[in-house]
């Protein structure tokens, strides 16, 4: 070290002191975002972790737990109750999910249109359902569709349509939640299309029309094809949203101090409804972690499916 | 694909091409305008449906055709309303774990959010990643684990649980990231570097003034989420007094024989005061709102 020259250790020095600083500059960096992944871990992770082994047990909660390998997946193979909510649930997706998409869409592009004007008020109003408490809503439009005295069937009765029993019957308790779910969820789906669509290069448009194209040609092969991640992403969201629906079908299927969850026949019983009574009515916790499991192993499955049909990566 | 640089130029063409499309005549217009305004109706309608219904007993509410005018039951409901629900104690308890919860947000998502889009340690790519990949892990699966971790920190019946978990969130972190890292030049840390601030220093005076737009927009949308939030505050409060409003109102569903007029005018007592907030604050909170979904999308 002595017998080395002067500048040598003397640029040695400034990259360590470099060096220090750069590493200064991490610490903090890495202390900035400590708390999500101390956080997650706490209350993430673990919980997750935590509910498979806990769906090997049977557990009520309160006495030691039991460990009984993979019987709650055999029991929850075979139990009808259960498929019935996982239908209910997968239909209620269908029927929520596709006519809100269309709707949103729809109304996307007439509000993009350069010539619409208030267009700041039309998206507010679209927008304002999602901002109101999912309980809430329920409870106002459970009058709604009152059978004897609802608005509704006050007003499919002034063009001869006998009165439905929206909530009480198996045929429309599923129909009415999809109906106010798209009521809810539309205008938020419209704001993220909105979005999509106020990122498409203006040229594009500008240069087809100069070619002669038609409006139904720049929608078909312009819009829509770069519309097509904007639409994937939302609808791989509605898919894990829509597998874990509770609010709506919970308060609509007579609320969560009801006797018989789910409604008439259990129409409107979702996953989630038999998941809560299971583990929190019944204290069958490890039966309701395995339910929670298959569960998200359905939401990975279809976000999948969904994805390799589309032919895209989602995170695109 | 569709990148943010092309939105300026996007907008300097719109309003270039302010005037009326060729292909549109007077009927397509009449056409459009009557599909918006139908559906901004029958959005709205629910609503004015409940401001209504809240001014009526169930003897006018029961009657056909059902009452679309104002009734004159308000202050009758109201005291009816108080007397089967500690609605004033309830909407305390959603306002203040709201508010906390969203503060709380915005410091940790903001303070993260910073730390990914200035920084360049190792490791970013793959922390970020994970991070990412935690948005789309749905939350259903930890539910009744977090119900169970809760009960063993005796937590169960406090606000803890409430507020506690989500403060430094995925999405939140993601949202700040993409502002800060476009709204942020360099110039403006590295300036004050040579000053000899520290970083945390940075942060508070130079980077959180700069993104106030951002922490408004991720505000709003955190307190309406919490204020709404139903399920999880459904499993820990089991004492009345602590309940917040979605979770005393789930309770009128269940008694039978409450004034239907009661029960609605509980529900407007929790859509309102948020609705209200969201009409003044509409038109910064959308722009905003869809400023960062072209970023975040």
Same mark, same amino acid.
């Given at each position: ?44 992770? =673990?919980?997750?972790? &935590? @509910?498979?082994?806990? +769906?090997?047990?049977?557990?009520? #909660? $309160?006495? /030691?737990?039991? *460990?009984? %390998? ?74 709604? =569709?009152?059978?004897? &005295? @609802?608005?509704?069937? +006050?007003?499919?009765?002034?063009? #001869? $349509?006998? /009165?439905?029993? *929206?909530? %009480? ?148 | ?297």
């Amino acid at each position: 070290m002595a017998t080395q020259t002067v500048p040598i250790p003397q640029r040695k020095a400034s990259d360590r002191r470099v060096m220090l600083k750069e590493a200064r500059r991490n610490a903090w960096a890495y202390a900035f975002i400590s708390p999500f992944y101390l956080l997650y871990a706490v209350f993430g992770m =673990f919980p997750l972790l &935590y @509910g498979v082994w806990l +769906s090997f047990h049977e557990w009520d #909660g $309160i006495s /030691p737990m039991e *460990w009984i %390998g993979l019987e709650n997946y055999a029991k929850l193979l075979v139990d009808d109750i259960w498929w019935y909510s996982v239908y209910n649930t997968i239909w209620l997706f269908f029927a929520a999910t596709v006519p809100q998409i269309i709707i949103a869409l729809l109304l996307a592009f007439i509000i993009n249109s350069t010539y619409i004007k208030g267009k700041d008020i039309f998206r507010a109003a679209y927008f304002a359902p999602i901002v109101a408490s999912s309980v809430a809503v329920a409870l106002v439009f459970t009058y709604l =569709f009152g059978e004897r &005295y @609802g608005l509704l069937n +006050s007003i499919i009765g002034a063009v #001869g $349509i006998e /009165p439905i029993d *929206w909530l %009480g019957s198996r045929n429309w308790l599923k129909p009415s939640i999809a109906l106010v779910t798209v009521w809810q969820w539309t205008g938020y789906t419209m704001i993220i299309f909105l979005a999509g669509l106020q990122s498409i290069n203006q040229e594009l448009y500008e240069a087809a029309k100069v070619d002669g194209a038609q409006t139904r040609d720049i929608f078909w092969s312009i819009t829509m094809p770069l519309m097509r991640p904007v639409i994937l992403f939302q609808v791989i969201l509605s898919i894990i949203g829509a597998m874990q629906t509770f609010d709506i079908p919970v308060m609509l299927a007579g609320g969560t101090q009801s006797s018989a969850p789910g409604g008439t026949d259990r129409s409107g019983l979702v996953a989630m409804i038999n998941l809560y009574w299971t583990a929190f009515k019944y204290t069958e916790f490890g039966y309701a972690a395995a339910m929670a499991f298959l569960l998200f192993i359905l939401i990975i499955a279809f976000s999948y499916l969904y994805n390799r049909w589309q032919g895209q990566n989602p995170t695109d | 694909m569709a990148s943010t640089t092309q939105g300026g130029f996007a907008a300097r063409r719109a309003a270039r091409s302010g005037g009326r499309d060729q292909l549109m005549g007077p009927v397509g217009m009449a056409l459009l305008y009557t599909v918006l305004i139908g559906g901004a109706l029958l959005t709205a309608f629910p609503f004015y449906y409940m401001l209504v219904t809240a001014t009526h007993r169930s003897t006018t509410i029961l009657r056909l055709p059902p009452p679309l005018w104002f009734g004159d039951a308000l202050v009758q409901n109201y005291n009816e309303l108080l007397a089967n629900l500690p609605f004033w104690n309830s909407l305390f308890n959603s306002f203040a774990i709201a508010a906390i919860h969203t503060i709380l947000v915005l410091f940790f998502c903001s303070l993260g959010g910073y730390g990914f889009a200035k920084f360049r340690f190792p490791g970013r790519n793959g922390l970020f990643a994970f991070l990412l990949a935690t948005l789309m892990v749905p939350g259903a699966i930890g539910l009744i684990p977090s119900f169970i971790i809760m009960r063993n920190l005796g937590w169960m019946d406090s606000w803890n649980p409430l507020i506690i978990p989500g403060i430094a969130n995925a999405f939140g972190i993601f949202w700040m990231r993409q502002y800060i890292e476009q709204a942020i030049p360099n110039d403006l840390m590295d300036a004050a570097r040579i000053d000899g601030a520290h970083e945390f220093r940075i942060y508070w005076n130079i980077i959180v003034p700069v993104i106030v737009p951002a922490l408004a927009a991720l505000a709003i949308l955190t307190f309406i989420g919490k204020w709404n939030d139903f399920f999880f505050p459904l499993l820990i409060l089991k004492d009345e007094a602590k309940y917040t409003l979605p979770v005393a109102l789930s309770t009128l569903r269940s008694l039978r024989g409450t004034e239907i007029g009661v029960q609605i005018l509980g529900a407007a007592g929790a859509i309102m005061p948020i609705l209200i907030v969201f009409i003044v604050a509409s038109r910064q909170f959308m722009s905003g709102l869809t400023a960062g979904a072209v970023k975040g999308g």
